[in-house]
């Protein structure tokens, strides 16, 4: 017979996230921390693993462990270039990837824990061409077969927008190329959570505010949500009928649902991070450090209920494993990097009695995917420097998922497009720029000449690569560049459009960089192209940080008019830049910006490195 506490759960979990649970929590008030923020109980200095008891007074306990990871970005395929290592070890790639889960997982059951794979948000978005040639298809049919089973949303899941998000849930061929790969497409089998996302008409979240799992008859609750901030930095348009709030309130809200329903081992999946800094005494934090750790997610944690033992994060694409303080407890706060080259290894007990967690223990995993040369070190070919991949530690059946869309994406990856006279890497100096952002902003300004630009501007945030001269996956000589190269490096399919700015509105633009201005809350250094000098002072005043903005060695006219091309994300606004949003007269060139830098890479002469000296910092 079947105890009816048991089922009770099993009713639970099948009502706690459909209407029935959205109906009670859309007429709740937005929950409030119960208490002022206290003191972490644990050390923060950067322990491996960092583990955290919570000092129940429990007898009776289960096991389990949690693996996650982040801001996977549809990196089927190993990252190449100075992506390629984590502080040294080769890693990466899915079929190295679901080997570690699959080895972790075995590790556990030994131990007698059931494991919950979980991840927090940019699964997919700014993928390589192996995986958006089929708007992230691949990467989706990927994360069923290497088992996820919950994962928050991020900003990148609303780069194609909210209607794509939901098919990439559901299934369904998309609506203009259909099912390219010919044998359908079934959707996630896992659960996105999107509590703070918001249809305007509805009220209510997009997708699945909660979900509720069962580790041996014990209930574990989780919130997932993104960054209040997702606006700023994905096109607007593909969000415009929703909205998103703010991650305390909204993770505080849900998981004080949960509680009334005697759920208190919560855990928030949330795509917002922060990071470790290096310091004299750890000058290459490890992967499972809290070095001189900040950002964004200190003080998200501190508003946090104390059931939230647990935060998986994301967004930063930094690595770390803390113990920070919430409203009245302490939480246990990880993120795994990104692109799939670490996974957090986290166990824990919970106490039957009270349903808490009675301690935490998590690490971080590097996914080797390299040939040890028995000295320390990992062998590398002898001609291209790469390192080498292990065969023996391969999933077969990730692989062949991989096989299949590598397979059909080959003729267009591995065209050659251009030619580079060496490495083009996307690592900005201290004056914030770098020699890929030159390199794309020119050729911009060159696609663009004939509808009169005069200057070209880039994100950094949309650079997702380097150029390797030595690299050749697709066996092209050394210097070549491939489509499927050049779109790693822009992936995003962004159209490219030229406006007529004033010089006073450039001038505020170059302003808006800086945190302070213009509601900008990010510092984020605008690629310029060839011509555009300037400096910039970090401890001057926020509106007057630049000075001595000319175009072609002559001062820019705030009066006179000109005509600046971007891509149509920071035309719209993005990543703060409204005053770029202020421009008129504005024209779409044919084709995206993948096209701008494919036709400047095959101009005819091979393309040197910018020389990331435009922009000067003077303090």
């Not at 249809?199 to 580790?215: Q, S, Y």
């Not at 957090?344 to 996914?367: L, M, P, Q, S």
Request: charged letters at 20%; a neutral charge.
């Amino acid at each position: 017979m079947n105890h009816p506490r048991r089922r009770g759960w099993a009713v639970l979990r099948n009502l706690a996230v459909p209407a029935l649970a959205l109906a009670v929590v859309a007429t709740l008030p937005l929950a409030r921390s119960e208490d002022a923020p206290a003191p972490a109980t644990a050390s923060q200095a950067g322990l491996a693993p960092i583990s955290h008891n919570y000092g129940l007074p429990y007898g009776k306990t289960v096991k389990g462990q949690f693996l996650s990871y982040n801001d996977f970005h549809g990196a089927i395929d190993p990252p190449s270039g100075s992506g390629a290592v984590v502080n040294g070890t080769p890693a990466g790639g899915v079929e190295y990837l679901a080997t570690y889960l699959k080895k972790l997982r075995a590790e556990a059951a030994k131990d007698g824990r059931q494991t919950l794979t979980v991840g927090a948000g940019d699964l997919v978005g700014g993928s390589p061409l192996v995986s958006a040639a089929f708007h992230d298809e691949p990467t989706i049919e990927l994360m069923n077969e290497i088992g996820l089973q919950v994962s928050s949303v991020g900003n990148h899941e609303f780069d194609e927008g909210v209607a794509e998000l939901l098919r990439l849930q559901r299934g369904g061929c998309h609506p203009t190329d259909g099912c390219q790969d010919g044998d359908g497409f079934r959707g996630a089998k896992f659960t996105y959570l999107a509590a703070n996302t918001i249809n305007k008409k509805t009220g209510l979240p997009i997708l699945p505010p909660i979900d509720i799992r069962f580790v041996q008859g014990q209930p574990v609750g989780f919130v997932g949500l993104t960054l209040e901030g997702t606006p700023g930095i994905v096109n607007p348009a593909g969000i415009k009928n929703v909205t998103f709030t703010n991650e305390i309130k909204t993770a505080n809200k849900w998981g004080s649902l949960l509680k009334l329903f005697g759920i208190k081992a919560q855990v928030l999946l949330v795509h917002q991070g922060g990071t470790q800094n290096a310091s004299e005494q750890t000058p290459v934090p490890g992967v499972s450090d809290c070095n001189n750790f900040n950002g964004p997610l200190v003080d998200i944690v501190k508003g946090l209920n104390p059931e939230f033992s647990l935060v998986v994060s994301g967004h930063t694409h930094k690595f770390y494993s803390c113990t920070l303080p919430n409203a009245k407890s302490t939480s246990v706060v990880t993120s795994a990097g990104t692109n799939g080259q670490v996974v957090t290894d986290i166990d824990y007990t919970i106490d039957r009695r009270t349903g808490r967690f009675a301690e935490i223990t998590a690490k971080n995993v590097v996914v080797e995917n390299g040939v040890s040369d028995g000295a320390g070190g990992w062998k590398k070919d002898p001609v291209t420097g790469a390192f080498l991949k292990n065969p023996d530690t391969v999933d077969p059946k990730a692989k062949k998922v991989a096989d299949k869309y590598r397979t059909a994406v080959a003729p267009i990856a591995n065209k050659v497009v251009g030619e580079i006279t060496g490495d083009i890497v996307r690592l900005a100096g201290a004056n914030g720029e770098s020699p890929m952002g030159d390199v794309i902003a020119d050729g911009q300004l060159a696609w663009t000449k004939n509808d009169g630009a005069q200057l070209a501007l880039m994100n950094p945030g949309g650079i997702r690569a380097d150029f390797d001269a030595e690299a050749s996956a697709g066996g092209e000589p050394d210097g070549k560049i491939t489509y499927g190269e050049a779109f790693t490096v822009q992936p995003f399919n962004n159209l490219v459009v030229t406006q007529t700015l004033t010089g006073a509105q450039i001038k505020d633009v170059l302003e808006q960089q800086f945190v302070g201005f213009g509601g900008q809350t990010t510092q984020r250094i605008l690629q310029v192209s060839a011509g555009v000098t300037y400096s910039w002072n970090s401890t001057a005043a926020a509106g007057a940080k630049v000075t001595d903005l000319k175009l072609n060695g002559t001062a820019i006219d705030p009066a006179a008019s000109y005509r600046v091309t971007t891509n149509d994300f920071l035309a719209n606004g993005g990543d703060g830049f409204t005053n770029l949003a202020k421009g008129t007269n504005r024209t779409t060139a044919q084709g995206f910006d993948i096209d701008a830098l494919i036709g400047y890479l095959s101009a005819g002469t091979p393309v040197a490195p910018g020389p990331a000296n435009r922009i000067t910092k003077v303090g």
